[in-house]
């Protein structure tokens, strides 16, 4: 049998994000600033890569900020962010539905007149 780790609450004193409840699971920390509501009632949808961002890292900027970002449009979604070889299917709904197309470039714009800060630390 492998050996049973014997690390003991008292062992992690001084962590800060260390759960309460279990001594072995680290919480994240969250700031203010990583947060905010500059979004709220703001739905969005990607369409297609933007550069040097995951598509997940986009979705977690976008609700972070108190918007929604779901996988496809319907009448509840604001915009289409379409990036590099996007998919037909969201741009026909979204034409469909009236729904306002972004570049990439505009998102960010859009981001930055409603005072989301989103630069991020490059990961490369």
């Known amino acids: 049998m492998g050996q049973q780790n014997t690390m003991a609450k008292g062992d992690l004193d001084g962590a800060e994000n260390v759960s309460e409840d279990n001594p072995y699971i680290v919480e994240p920390e969250r700031t203010q600033a990583?947060?905010?509501d500059?979004?709220?009632?703001v739905t969005i949808v990607f369409t297609g890569s933007v550069e040097s961002w995951t598509r997940d890292e986009l979705e977690a900027l976008?609700?972070?900020h108190g918007g929604d970002a779901t996988d496809s449009v319907s009448g509840n979604t604001e915009y289409l962010v379409v990036?590099?070889?996007p998919g037909e299917t969201n741009q026909e709904d979204a034409e469909a539905d009236n729904v306002s197309e972004l570049d990439p470039g505009e998102f960010f714009d859009l981001l930055a007149d409603r005072g989301v800060d989103f630069e991020r630390e490059s990961s490369q």
Request: aromatic share 0%.
């Open 34 to 36: 990583e947060t905010g």
């Open 38 to 41: 500059e979004l709220t009632d």
């Open 83 to 85: 990036g590099e070889n």
């Open 62 to 64: 976008v609700e972070r």
